[in-house]
Structure formats: structure tokens, C-alpha cells
């Protein structure tokens, strides 16, 4: 296929919750557009950037040693505005001003739904790139900074479980993930946790099935510790009121520890990096090629395009076989030592 030589200038936004890989992306766009010869400009703070003109012209001598570094230094932004068609026009008008031919955004679903609605009012192309820790997108395997949360995430709760091992406590450990429990799933597996609840689990666990499990693992191992991983949004007072229902029923004091953002930060991992640049160069070379109103992503290890409106519109299953392998798991400590009283 013939390379559009009408694609001069590509604008980039990293818009919504930022991820660890985002700056990596960012390179990796800017390097493979220099090559044949577009140029390449930011805007800063997400759709925000673009509405405001926070333009920051982006060269390869300045992606340099952007990316190890945590976070976008492009910086992003929730801008709830941009849900109205007049702020719109005016980002698809301020595009059209700065020669724009092609639009990326590094985002989430927001973003995405973002671009879907500037496309009603903008004819430049438009190509998304699923960057967020949360990995909710449908029509991707993985997103720019999922794997990293996931380790970090792990560190943490190694560190709790250490803790929580020498003072046999009982602790409730809450994890990101917005509406999706992949980082739940994964941190889960990843700290053999005694416990695990996200939100695709149906039925989901209830609070006595949760505290007998608490009671018969404190009676089989008194000096041990027990860890629940939940995710974010589920409970009802979050990983507070679910320690405190969990401390009433079981008798046993339940520590909560919400993990928080940093499971956001940090630095990216090698996989981060690695899908970051992959997806970001695909998507100049898809754009020279005529994509449009796509996401790039990888499925089974190759890379993909995604109607944009699919990768929001629908949900995106947690893998079944992870979900059975921790519920299989999980118990068996408590159940063999239960089997080796009896027997
Ligand atoms: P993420 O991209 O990480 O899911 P958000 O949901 O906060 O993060 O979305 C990022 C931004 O995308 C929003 O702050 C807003 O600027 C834009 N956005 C989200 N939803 C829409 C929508 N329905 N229409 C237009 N813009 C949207």
C-alpha cells in the first residue's frame, strides 16, 4: 500500500489517568514519524492542550531519555468540557489552525470516547492508543502501563504480607482498577492471596462466606497471616467498611490498606516499554497507510486495529482460566491442613 505523502504533521495528547509507558509511546511516535519526515507536535494537558493551545513542538533529540520515566511528561488531564460540541469545534478548529493531518491519543476509554466525538467535527485522522493501568479495553490483550501496575501492585503487597506475617494480621488490600478487576486478578495470583474479590466474580463473595473463610484459616494457622485483594469501587465503604464489617463478623481485627496511586507511578517495565514503542510506531505507519478512527493494540502478540467505538462500547472479559487458577488455588493451604487433622 502507497504511504499518504498529504500527512504532514501529527498532533499527540496523553489524556485521562495517566500510565507508566506513556512517555515511551510518545518516542517511539515522534522517532518513526521523523523518519519520514512529519513532523511532530504535543499538546499538553490532554484535550485541555488542544482547546487552549498548549502546543509543544516534539523532536527526536529530545526523546532521548524520556523513556524510562513514570507518568507523561506531556502531562494529561480530565477535561470533562470536551463532552460539549462547541468546545470541540474549538480543539477541531485549533488543529486545523496548526496544520494538524493526524491526530494520536494515549488514552483510556474517556479519551477514546474523546476522539470519537472530535471526529464529528474534525477531518484530520484519528488513531487511539489504550494507555491505562486499568487494562479495560476491548479489542487489546494488554494497554501501556497495565503489566507495571501489576508489579508494583505485587511489591506492595509483598511488603504488607511481611508485616502481616510477623504480626499474624489479617489485612485487606485494595487495588486499582477503576470498574475492571485485571489488576485485581493478576495482584492476586501474582501475591498468592488468601482471598480475592473483583468485580466480574459472580456470584459475588458475601461477607459470611468471607469471614468463615477468615475464621478457619486463623483456627488452622494462628500465627499466620491472610490476605484479601479487592478491588477498587466494589465495596460498599470501600476496603474500610469491608475491614470493619469483616473485623465484627470474625472477631479478629482486619487492617485496611488501599494501595492507592502508587500503583499509577513508577517507572515502566520492560514489557511497558516494549508495547509502548510497538504500538506507538504501528500507529504512524498505520496512519501513512490511511487508518483512521482506529485503536492499535496486540492481540495473541500481533498487532491489531480496532474500530475505535468497539474498544468502549463493549465489555472486556477477564481471562477464566486466571479466575479458576486463583479460586483453585487460594484455599488449599487451609483445606490440607483441615484434611491432615481428619486424617
Ligand atoms: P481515561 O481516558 O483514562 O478513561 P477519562 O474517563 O477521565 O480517562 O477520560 C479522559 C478525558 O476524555 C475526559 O476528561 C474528557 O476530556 C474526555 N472524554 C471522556 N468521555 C468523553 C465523552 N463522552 N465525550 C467527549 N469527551 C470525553
Sequence with gaps: MKKDKSLKKIGVITSGGDSPGMNACI?????????????VVGFRHGYRGIVEDFVQPLHPDDMRLVSQRGGTFL?????????EDDVAKAAAKNLTKHNVDGLIVIGGDGSFRG?????????????????TIDNDLAGTDTTIGFSTAVDTAMEAIDKVRETAEAMARVFIIEVMGRHAGFIGLHAAIASAAEAMIVPEMEPQPNLSELADNIIQARTAFPDSSYIVVLSENLWPGGVHGLAENLGKSTGVTCH??????????????????????????????AMLLGSHNVMIGLENEHVVEVPLN???????????????LQLSLQGVNIASKEANKTS
Excluded at 518516542?27 to 512529519?38: E, K, L, S
Excluded at 485522522?125 to 494507555?131: D, N
Aim: glycine share 10%.
Design 75 to 83: 502531562k494529561s488531564a480530565r477535561y470533562p468540557e470536551f463532552r
Design 256 to 285: 485496611a490498606c488501599p494501595l492507592g496511586h502508587i500503583q499509577r507511578g513508577g517507572r515502566p517495565n520492560a514489557q511497558d516499554r516494549i508495547l509502548a514503542m510497538q504500538l506507538g510506531n504501528a500507529a504512524v505507519n
Design 115 to 131: 476522539a470519537y466525538h472530535l471526529e464529528k467535527f474534525w477531518d484530520g485522522k484519528i488513531i487511539g492508543l489504550p494507555g
Design 27 to 39: 518516542r517511539a511516535i515522534v522517532n518513526t514519524a521523523w523518519q519520514d519526515g512529519i513532523e
Design 310 to 324: 468497539l474498544t468502549f462500547e463493549r465489555d472486556k472479559p477477564l481471562d477464566q482460566r486466571l479466575v479458576d
